[in-house]
């Protein structure tokens, strides 16, 4: 199985700061990754798909980058909102596998 | 507009089985998969497997294999997952998400709560 790993579990910011969120992937699953955020008590929503294409509706400051193995989850400039968790997620192959997380907090 | 709803919350009892339902609305049924994530209480997400609602093929991922079978009923445009022999550990929210070719899973069920208590 492909592990993912992200780390911090946890990064404390600002709001107004620049953001990125790591992603590796044990082995290279191309641009196969797609990147999410989750609020408490919600269910995931999708950001960034094949690792740097932008969801439809989702604001510009995101961003996504890499491939291969290492990837990364830019936000330019942190609003209220998006104090949250983040998961990255490779869709290479089965099973599909999530990183552990990233929670967003505020400084 | 897309929708998966899903049922609602159950409490079982150890080494018994439960049974999720999510029923989707506002696209063709057939035309995207259907996967199973759970998530445990403070915990990340974990996936547990898909199913194919045109021919109604699966996998799953080693760990639930043998507990765990995903149905379609293409009648109702609805899926199942049931997962049996439960254990205190399977205490999660199950959600539902579809997905269709190189595409990521974009919609999400809102989740349903199983407890395992005894």
């Known amino acids: 199985d492909i592990q993912m790993t992200q780390s911090p579990s946890t990064l404390s910011a600002s709001v107004g700061d620049r953001v990125t969120i790591p992603c590796r992937a044990s082995q290279s699953i191309s641009s196969w990754l797609a990147w999410y955020q989750q609020k408490p008590g919600k269910a995931p929503k999708l950001l960034i798909y094949k690792a740097s294409s932008l969801e439809s509706g989702v604001p510009s400051r995101f961003s996504g980058s890499g491939s291969g193995t290492e990837f990364t989850l830019t936000i330019s400039s942190l609003q209220p909102d998006d104090f949250a968790t983040y998961y990255c997620?490779?869709?290479?192959?089965?099973?599909?596998?999530f990183g552990q997380g990233t929670k967003l907090e505020i400084k | 507009q897309v929708q998966l709803v899903q049922s609602g919350a159950e409490v079982k009892k150890p080494g018994a089985s439960v049974k999720v339902s999510c029923k989707a609305s506002?696209?063709?049924?057939?035309?995207?998969?259907m996967h199973w994530v759970r998530q445990a209480p403070g915990q990340g997400l974990e996936w547990m497997g898909v199913i194919n609602p045109s021919g109604g093929s699966t996998t799953y991922t080693q760990k639930f294999q043998g507990r765990v079978t995903m149905t379609r009923d293409t009648s109702t445009s609805t899926v199942y997952m049931e997962l049996s022999s439960l254990r205190d550990e399977d205490t999660a929210v199950y959600y539902c998400?579809?997905?269709?070719?190189?595409?990521?899973?974009?919609?999400w069920g809102q989740g349903t709560l199983v407890t395992v208590s005894s």
């Open positions: 997620q490779q869709y290479n192959g089965y099973p599909y596998t």
């Open positions: 998400a579809r997905k269709r070719g190189t595409t990521p899973i974009d919609y």
């Open positions: 506002g696209y063709t049924f057939t035309s995207y998969h």
